[in-house]
């Protein structure tokens, strides 16, 4: 370990906490004064943290980051198509058997390049059926279960921690490359 004062060592994790409260500040101000209120009572921060996460798994660049955008939206669809076709089946086995059929499509995505993180997509499709199975079915009026509305509001969370991902990594390469300059 080199040798260092407070501002070595504090600086990168105080510009990160510093990120963090400023998108949850953010997130009460949406959830209190727009229409988050009405789909994400409590707020969608949980969603902008994980994707800011999805940003820094997927190499910490712009093209990771279109990379796991796109990765949440496919997760989405194929969770509304999970969703509907289990519903249009019934019984037991209508859930599992969509499944396992929209798996297939969805694993397949690997093979090309931008829709081959894989990963984002089960993140995705994880945080949109929590929002639909724990969220959706207690709102009211058209918001109701409407996949539609849950779907944009989780993109535009995601696309919310992804920007989030994008700015630590610009702030703390400035910060780094001025109290942490590479030994010579």
Known sequence: MKKGNAVTYLGGP??????????QAFDQLLAAN???KQLLPG???WIAFQAWAVY???????????????????????????????GSLGGFWGVPIVILIVVIFC???EKFDWTSYVPALFVGAGAYFGIMGY???????????NFWA???IELFYCLFGLVWGWLTIKIRGAYDAKF???AA
């Open 150 to 152: 849950y779907a944009g």
């Open 107 to 109: 694993i397949s995505l």
């Open 56 to 86: 820094f798994l997927g190499g910490c660049t712009v093209k990771g980051g279109v990379r796991g955008f796109i990765s949440y939206v496919a997760g989405i669809l194929a969770s509304i198509i999970i969703m509907m076709g289990g």
């Open 14 to 23: 105080l510009i990160i906490a510093i990120l963090a409260a400023i998108m």
């Open 135 to 145: 969220i959706a079915g207690s709102a009211e009026g058209v918001l109701k279960g």
């Open 43 to 45: 707020g969608g921060s």
């Open 180 to 182: 942490n300059p590479p």
């Open 34 to 36: 727009t229409v988050v």
